[in-house]
């Protein structure tokens, strides 16, 4: 079930990737960098279409890569790649979803990084320079995915304009650039967004085997005392998922109407039952 709820997370980026190069950039001539900006040169200058660029040049990258990302994450690129290949010919078929550049450059980047963070949250990539970023993270791993792309694909969009001459469409080009560069940061952050959850209660340990008995979350227990009316009591804190929160507080209450619960936002949980995405 895991597997298969990966796969189409996966898949669904794919999808997303496909569907903002095909109606948003590709007809508004939006050179964005990575391949899919080299695949827009390629159509306009030579007529090859879209998606045999990227096929071309992931099979390239994916025998590069190979050597030293590893089989599983090259593979599972590899694949995603074809498959994007795939949606960019069928989504051509579309018509595109505005003429304005503009509105084409945001919306295109906003669903063009969001598509790349959930293939990257499922330890996959759409190909292209997302395995060239992957091999400049692996020897600069404290440099966050989006800036890394940023810098690759600010590149092709430099030597885009030796192709169309147009300032302005390189403008518009660094603009979704930009946006989806953003786009990828705030999923994967989102991603890594847990909560710690504080319970302060007089029925401490009835409390914590409960939440252990119905849960998949450790519960970390300290004895405490208040300072106001010097009364002892227990705290209980526990690392959970956002959207575990209601039946969090659901539990909570079930046992200790009165107990004082507190939500603090952690920022990336590393450890058993945490998972972190990059």
């Not at 990302?69 to 018509?95: H, N, R």
Request: hydrophobic residues 50%; positive net charge.
């Amino acid at each position: 079930m895991k597997k298969a709820t990966s796969a189409l997370t996966a898949l669904a980026g794919v999808v997303m990737v496909a569907f903002a190069v095909s109606v948003f950039y590709v007809p508004n001539k939006i050179v964005s960098g990575g391949v899919s900006g080299l695949s827009t040169i390629m159509f306009y200058t030579a007529g090859i279409p879209t998606s045999v660029t990227y096929a071309a040049v992931n099979i390239l990258l994916a025998l590069i890569g190979i050597w030293v990302l590893g089989k599983g994450f090259i593979l599972k690129s590899f694949v995603c790649s074809m498959i994007l290949s795939g949606f960019i010919e069928l989504f051509s078929w579309l018509p595109p979803i505005t003429d304005n550049i503009l509105l084409a450059a945001v919306f295109g980047g906003v669903v063009y990084g969001f598509g790349i963070g959930l293939a990257f949250s499922q330890n996959a990539s759409t190909g292209g320079t997302d395995i060239l970023g992957r091999l400049f993270q692996h020897f600069f791993p404290h440099m966050p995915i989006g800036k890394l792309l940023l810098i690759i694909d600010g590149t092709v969009i430099l030597t885009s304009l030796f192709v169309f001459r147009d300032m302005e469409l390189i403008l518009f080009g660094i603009v979704a650039l930009m946006v989806s560069s953003f786009a990828i940061d705030y999923l994967i952050r989102k991603l890594n967004i847990s909560k710690l959850a504080f319970v302060i209660t007089n029925k401490g340990n009835d409390v914590a085997r409960y939440l252990i008995s119905t849960s998949t979350r450790g519960v970390t227990v300290f004895d405490v005392t208040g300072a106001y009316s010097n009364e002892k009591k227990t705290m209980l804190m526990c690392a959970i998922k956002e959207r575990e929160m209601p039946a969090f507080q659901k539990k909570i209450e079930e046992l200790d109407a009165h107990a004082f619960t507190i939500f603090s936002e952690s920022q990336q949980i590393v450890g058993n039952g945490f998972h972190v995405y990059r």
